[in-house]
């Protein structure tokens, strides 16, 4: 249960939100250490800033993304609904949506429609 949520905040960014509003108040030479490809790096607060930041900013941009193209996929879909069920392939179609659902589900995906 640990590593899902774990995982959960590391992939909405919680996990870096965390560190940098930990981080942001202290003294910029003060010691910080982290972890990059398995190895423990001892740095400065005022060096791991920028690099946190960096990679939340991107994060963030890639799941942006991400949920855009399945929400483009979702619409090519639903366009292509009322053909698939006219040829008689409802019955595979949904059982598509329903594995696209459980995989979802699986990986904690949450697709929010504006």
């Given at each position: 249960?640990r590593?899902?949520d ?10 870096y939100?965390l ?6 108040p ?10 990059i ?8 607060v005022?060096d791991?800033l ?7 900013e991107g994060?963030?941009?890639v799941?942006?993304?991400l949920v855009?193209q ?6 090519e879909?639903?366009?292509w609904?009322?053909t698939?069920v006219?040829f ?9 949506l ?6 979802q589900k ?7 429609q504006?």
């Amino acid at each position: 249960m640990r590593e899902k949520d774990g995982q959960k905040s590391h992939a909405d960014g919680g996990e870096y939100r965390l560190v940098l509003e930990t981080l942001q108040p202290l003294s910029g030479d003060r010691k910080a250490f982290r972890l990059i490809n398995g190895v423990l790096m001892e740095q400065t607060v005022k060096d791991v800033l920028p690099a946190l930041t960096t990679n939340s900013e991107g994060l963030k941009k890639v799941l942006e993304d991400l949920v855009k193209q399945y929400k483009t996929k979702q619409d090519e879909l639903e366009k292509w609904k009322p053909t698939l069920v006219s040829f008689g392939w409802a019955t595979s179609l949904r059982g598509c949506l329903l594995t696209a659902l459980g995989l979802q589900k699986k990986n904690n995906v949450q697709v929010v429609q504006n």
